[in-house]
């Protein structure tokens, strides 16, 4: 079972930057797409960035394109999200998770399509 563990958020202008970690406890991690997700308080978890596998392909949502990065190192057994000029809206608590695949390429980007979930961390944007 592959335990996550992310960490780097924090408060922030708008129009600042974050880079959060996502820590895998195994080395599989690297059979595994990975995803990014949020959740603002009231509403329901929302999908935010996914990487392959392979780490060849990325998949983003349409409010953060351009301005957040997903990457992944295989050694270090860690997903990035790098979050450039951040908006308010952005604030939520953020999630990485495995996707329940192995050498998926086209990871999903509905919470189902992961099985394993790190605790969270908070980013809060202030206007």
């Known amino acids: 079972q592959v335990q996550l563990v992310e960490s780097g958020g924090g408060l922030v202008q708008a129009g600042g930057s974050l880079r959060l970690s996502c820590a895998a406890s195994?080395?599989?991690?690297?059979?595994?797409?990975m995803g990014w997700f949020r959740q603002a308080p009231g509403k329901e978890r929302a999908f935010v960035a996914a990487?392959?596998?392979?780490?060849?392909?990325?998949y983003y949502v349409d409010s953060v394109k351009g301005r957040f990065t997903i990457s992944r190192d295989d050694a270090k057994n860690t997903a990035y999200l790098q979050m450039n000029s951040l908006k308010p809206e952005d604030t939520a608590v953020y999630y990485c998770?495995?996707?329940?695949?192995?050498?998926?390429?086209?990871?999903?980007?509905?919470?189902?399509?992961?099985?394993?979930w790190g605790q969270g961390t908070q980013v809060t944007v202030s206007s």
């Open positions: 998770a495995a996707d329940r695949r192995f050498y998926s390429e086209r990871p999903g980007n509905k919470p189902d399509d992961y099985d394993y």
């Open positions: 195994e080395r599989t991690f690297s059979r595994y797409a």
């Open positions: 990487i392959s596998w392979s780490g060849k392909r990325t």
